[in-house]
């Protein structure tokens, strides 16, 4: 067991802790404590890849309105308002809707178009998809309008959309895509 003298003051450790860290603020100014770290992790080099470094800052001195210069910040960092997060949502959803109605009938227009004529199993296996596929356009289209009536609640009217007309957008997507005879 080693032995040790309490009367005697422990030796300070060679690394800076915390706590030691925090009382070299003790009795200085605020304004030189930061200034004091700033220079230090400017040569730890902590501010050597930064975005935009050595590009003017982009001040607009006279903002239109009183939320330009928030919508600027907002932009610049990536954020949108909801409305538009809204409008890129419903356009994705379109597409994505739109992408499994045309690749089921170019599969359609392909089936029909070659020499041989389609297998009884094949046939029987594009009108399921066929079925499937109407109904999950169908119910997409439906959520679509939704989120559709959602955002012409919440925007001006000059940024409404028109609500999809689900039936008539369903039947014309079996019109397109008609369903084989099975024997």
Not at 33 to 49: K, P, S
Not at 62 to 91: C, H, R, T, W
Not at 121 to 137: G, H, I, Q
């Amino acid at each position: 067991m080693k032995f040790v003298d309490w009367r005697k003051k422990a030796e300070k450790p060679a690394v800076d802790t915390e706590e030691q860290q925090l009382s070299t603020y003790r009795g200085r100014r605020m304004g030189d404590y930061v200034e004091e770290l700033i220079r230090q992790a400017q040569e730890r080099g902590d501010f050597d890849n930064l975005q935009g470094i050595g590009k003017p800052l982009q001040l607009d001195s006279s903002p239109k309105d009183d939320n330009s210069m928030a919508y600027g910040l907002l932009k610049n960092n990536g954020y949108v308002p909801f409305e538009i997060e809204l409008q890129k949502q419903i356009d994705a959803d379109l597409e994505r809707a739109s992408k499994k109605v045309q690749y089921l009938i170019s599969q359609h227009q392909r089936l029909t178009s070659r020499k041989l004529a389609p297998f009884e199993s094949e046939k029987r296996r594009f009108n399921a998809a066929v079925e499937k596929a109407a109904n999950e356009y169908d119910e997409a289209l439906r959520r679509i309008n939704s989120k559709i009536l959602t955002l012409n609640v919440s925007t001006p009217s000059m940024l409404h959309r028109p609500i999809l007309k689900v039936g008539e957008l369903v039947e014309d997507f079996r019109q397109r895509c008609p369903l084989f005879d099975l024997k």
